[in-house]
């Protein structure tokens, strides 16, 4: 073979493989957020008892993630941290009714799956107290602001093909302070791996007000 083509093909090869990764990292960059769908489908009820309406507003939070391994991120190459996959959630609104029943309707593909394919990965309850006369655990201040307690409902299951609903249950204790004010304490019992499956069409996440000051191990009961 002549030289001068020899030549030319390791040049080219390099260079071929150099184009390669510029345009995949171009379009994985792209869709490091994702791309919300304008006319999402997989529409989901949400509904259960919550009797801590004149207190706690209640948002339910469906979180999303990268499934792509070409879309992770490392947060520090020098500490050596294993890559991660990335990120996004969403906040639906509920609306409680009088006799202390809620409903939210979310969407589990709120987001488009584009090159990194986004899925819904988890749901959780989010808990924001209206700082009256109850906190809860695990709020946080952030540049004077309240951010919710999430407490973790379930991971959704992407495979599983089962459309039969599922009920969860959160027990909940007030925590009393000197008589003044109270510390709302929320409990998910997750000794084991809990799945939502992304076909449901309902799922009922009931919390439960168990009374004054019960114990986390009384919670944890079955």
């Known amino acids: 073979m002549n030289k ?6 390791l040049i080219a090869i390099p260079l071929l493989f150099l184009a390669k990764w510029g345009i995949e990292t171009v379009i994985y960059d792209s869709n490091k957020i994702p791309d ?15 009797p ?16 792509n ?15 991660r996959p ?13 006799n202390s029943n809620y409903e939210a309707i979310a969407y589990l593909d709120s987001f488009l799956e584009g090159p990194c394919r986004w899925h819904a990965s988890s ?21 004077n602001k309240r951010q919710p307690s999430d407490i973790y409902i379930a991971d959704i299951d992407q495979k599983n093909m089962d459309e039969n609903s599922s009920v969860h249950t959160i027990r909940c204790t007030k925590e ?22 992304s076909l449901q069409k309902e799922i009922e996440i009931n919390f439960i007000d168990m009374g004054l000051n019960v114990s986390r191990e009384d919670l944890l009961k079955d």
């Open 36 to 50: 919300v769908n304008p006319h999402p489908t997989q529409k989901v009820r949400i509904y259960g008892k919550f």
């Open 123 to 143: 749901i959780s309850a989010s808990l924001l107290s209206n700082g009256k006369r109850l906190a809860i655990e695990g709020e946080t201040i952030s540049h």
């Open 69 to 83: 391994p070409k879309c992770e991120y490392v947060t520090s190459w020098i500490a050596g941290t294993t890559p």
């Open 4 to 9: 001068k083509i020899i030549k030319y093909i």
């Open 176 to 197: 009393t302070h000197q008589r003044k004010w109270a510390k709302l304490i929320c409990i998910n019992k997750v000794d084991e791996q809990k799945i939502i499956n």
């Open 52 to 67: 801590f309406k004149d207190d706690v507003n209640l948002n339910i939070r469906i979180n999303y993630l990268t499934t």
């Open 86 to 98: 990335r990120h996004k959630e969403i906040f639906f609104s509920t609306t409680i009714t009088k």
